[in-house]
């Protein structure tokens, strides 16, 4: 019988999960879900102003040569913001930063963005640059999530990853407890219309 990840008596935040070298598909086992990563065919909104994402793309490039985005803090206020403002711009949704969740000892902390409206969707932003081990974050807050909404009908938890110039997500099949990793990623700002058509198409 193999170790067990997450030791008894210990608490754990999200922030913890990142620091974990293990597999996601070991460490959400132990969560009591499953994990694959394929191909996903995410809702996309294709009716929007194109025009808006254009102020962004132009603000980017405009800030890129006069501010440094060496640190997380700076990526999330020229990448990663305005993107999700632009979102509750155009949406009848709700946007809660660093959100609150406390499950258990081994599920709890703050969700950096919890965006609400007929579906969940989480988004995280990976530390220092890798998006594998924030994927391990990503998927213990959306599980964390499941067990927080589960008074709701959604049938699924949405999730999105990015380190500013790259974007994944994931969703979480509720009734299969199986988590998704979806095998596409897309670039900031060279792909802002996909990245905003699958936030919108998520929230409806």
């Excluded at 959400?28 to 962004?56: H, M, Q, T």
């Excluded at 632009?86 to 949704?93: N, P, R, T």
Aim: charged share 25%; net charge negative; with cysteine.
């Amino acid at each position: 019988m193999s170790a067990k990840i997450l030791k008894e008596g210990k608490k754990y935040t999200f922030s913890d999960y990142f620091e974990i070298g293990n597999p996601t598909e070991e460490i959400v086992a132990e969560l009591g879900y499953c994990y694959s990563a394929e191909p996903w065919d995410f809702p996309r909104e294709k009716n929007f102003d194109k025009g808006v994402l254009g102020n962004i793309v132009d603000l980017y490039y405009a800030l890129l040569p006069k501010v440094s985005l060496n640190s997380e803090v700076a990526k999330r206020e020229v990448m990663i913001a305005p993107l999700l403002h632009a979102v509750v711009k155009v949406s009848d949704v709700k946007l809660n930063i660093e959100y609150p969740v406390e499950i258990d000892d081994r599920l709890g902390g703050n969700i950096d963005y919890l965006f609400r409206a007929s579906q969940a969707l989480i988004v995280i932003e990976a530390k220092r640059g890798d998006l594998d081990r924030g994927f391990n974050q990503l998927a213990a807050e959306m599980i964390a999530m499941d067990i927080y909404d589960e008074g709701s009908e959604s049938g699924a938890i949405y999730g999105a990853i990015t380190i500013g110039q790259v974007w994944g997500f994931a969703v979480l099949e509720r009734q299969r407890k199986a988590i998704i990793r979806d095998a596409h990623t897309f670039r900031f700002p060279e792909d802002i219309v996909d990245i905003f058509s699958i936030i919108k198409g998520i929230l409806g």
